[in-house]
């Protein structure tokens, strides 16, 4: 503890006021003392934060990108930009400690290799690899990096300081484009055998639906993903979203109406199968699902009650503690991760990278 306070990472503090007896010492991180750059990539835009330790968000900026043209070259000097503009606000002498990424897709979170992000069209992209090129040429030092799946990293922050903080088994479903699930069990993310578990978005609940864009037909993405709701509501605008279909159905659109009616059914089919699959405590409707939740909280309360009982009588439907932003804080917390395993070693090389 005592290389700890020297190295600034945290810092002891007396304990609450009105405690009796001797005032015990409470130990807090010091968020100016290390930072991380987050990123939560979306389809077409892309958030970046500058995060301090202990999650506080020093600074934000969100920037749009035209889907076609976000090739995984665009993509990696795009955050090479937005790194440099990030670090210009960073607390002098704060350590630089990690990158961390979220991704819509199938990531191989050991490297950074995106295996499959379908609305971004990408495939095997080493995005780690060619983001650690760039970086590395910049600065001559590479912070930790930390890629994965954008539901994996909304359901750990909303695990560690979210809705789910009290909660050992949760999933959240990160509503966007396409529809991402991250899924905590027993207090541990759910991998899989190779990291890819918990894509629920291509779960398939309709058979006699449209085809995917992973190539299966009626995954839950096809019915309650942003394109699939836009498209049932006959908006003809570009770039729609959920909040204009949402406008729509208020100004009296009875298309708009019924598309969010049939995507609050849908909605429901799907968590009912979470229910009975995982009995989660708590699962977190993130993204544009937030939105949806006013209009679906009738058939998703119908549907859920289908779940068996046991399982349904113990889970909640929640939307994010942490708003949109689960995804990017969860990015941070990942950034953060070589930091808080082995603290004074990491301290000690980007000293030595800053100085060399
Ligand atoms: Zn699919």
Redesign the pocket.
């Known amino acids: 503890m005592a290389d700890l306070a020297e190295s600034g990472v945290v810092r002891e503090v007396a304990g609450r006021p009105g405690q009796v007896g001797r005032p015990s010492l409470r130990v807090e991180p010091v968020s100016e003392s290390a930072v991380v750059v987050a990123f939560d990539l979306r389809v077409e835009s892309t958030v970046v934060a500058l995060v301090g330790l202990g999650g506080e968000e020093l600074w934000r900026r969100e920037q749009e990108h035209a889907r076609a043209k976000y090739t995984a070259k665009v993509a990696v000097k795009n955050l090479l930009s937005l790194t440099r503009q990030a670090l210009r606000r960073a607390p002098e002498d704060a350590a630089w400690v990690g990158i961390g990424i979220a991704v819509p897709g199938i990531v191989d979170h050991a490297d950074g290799l995106v295996r499959f992000a379908p609305n971004l069209g990408w495939v095997d992209v080493p995005l780690g690899a060619l983001l650690r090129e760039a970086i590395s040429a910049e600065y001559g030092f590479v912070p930790h990096l930390a890629i994965s799946n954008d539901a994996d990293l909304g359901a750990l922050a909303e695990h560690v300081r979210g809705v789910g903080a009290d909660n050992r088994n949760l999933i959240y479903l990160s509503g966007e484009v396409g529809i991402g699930g991250g899924v905590i069990i027993d207090g541990r993310p759910m991998l899989g055998a190779g990291g890819f578990g918990g894509e629920v978005?291509?779960m398939v609940v309709n058979p006699a639906g449209v085809e995917?864009?992973?190539?299966?037909t009626g995954?839950w993405?096809?019915v309650i993903g942003r394109d699939a709701l836009v498209r049932a509501a006959g908006l003809k605008k570009d770039h729609a979203t959920v909040e204009d279909v949402i406008a729509a159905a208020a100004s009296g659109s009875e298309r708009a109406r019924r598309a969010l009616e049939e995507a609050g059914d849908w909605l429901g089919i799907g968590l009912a199968n979470l229910v009975n699959v995982f009995n989660p405590e708590v699962i977190v409707l993130g993204g544009h699902l937030r939105l949806l939740h006013p209009f679906a909280s009738d058939a998703v309360d119908r549907h859920v009650l289908t779940a068996v009982p046991a399982a349904r009588e113990q889970v909640r439907i929640e939307v994010p503690a942490l708003s949109g932003d689960s995804p990017l804080l969860g990015a941070a917390e990942a950034a953060f991760d070589a930091l808080l395993a082995d603290p004074i070693s990491v301290i000690a090389d980007v000293a030595h990278a800053s100085a060399s």
């Open positions: 978005g291509h995917c864009r992973c190539g299966a995954c993405e096809t």
